[in-house]
């Protein structure tokens, strides 16, 4: 997929619908296309279904046969290729956040798509909201974020 764009969030994987692998789309902001592709869990695949309203997306994705599979990717954040052609300024594609180390809180495993604000998730499960009071610098080069740890109740 496209490395060279970068991914950005497209939704999360919601609770599944019927027994085929299909599962609801919580909070889409992609239109999850028959035949295009997603990342989901680490692993590109591809939309084998789409159905439901464009605010309440039901997607089937190759390889997820059944309810089950579905389920085990509940909460998991749906990727998409970006298409602009760089981040404005403030603004970072979540792929380029991954694996940033953390000042004092760990390593960036995955960003999730919150309800007000996208959420950077430590390796040791803590959650940072990716907001101007919580996070003080980014700096993917050094692939580094610095966090106000005291805003955060870490101190």
Not at 27 to 48: I, M, W
Not at 93 to 108: K, Q, R, T
Request: with cysteine.
């Amino acid at each position: 997929m496209a490395a060279e764009r970068g991914l950005v969030a497209a939704g999360t994987v919601g609770r599944p619908h019927g027994l085929d692998g299909t599962f609801h789309v919580r909070e889409p902001s992609h239109g999850f296309a028959e035949g295009s592709l997603v990342v989901v869990a680490g692993t590109e695949r591809r939309v084998q279904r789409r159905a439901g309203t464009d605010a309440g997306p039901l997607v089937r994705l190759e390889g997820v046969g059944d309810r089950e599979a579905a389920g085990a990717l509940t909460g998991e954040t749906l990727f998409v290729a970006d298409e602009r052609a760089e981040p404005e300024e403030g603004e970072w594609l979540a792929d380029d956040l991954v694996g940033c180390a953390v000042a004092g809180g760990g390593v960036v495993s995955r960003v999730l798509a919150g309800t007000s604000c996208d959420l950077l998730e430590l390796d040791d499960g803590t959650l940072v909201p990716l907001v101007a009071d919580a996070v003080k610098d980014i700096d993917v080069e050094s692939r580094r974020i610095e966090i106000d740890r005291r805003f955060l109740g870490l101190e």
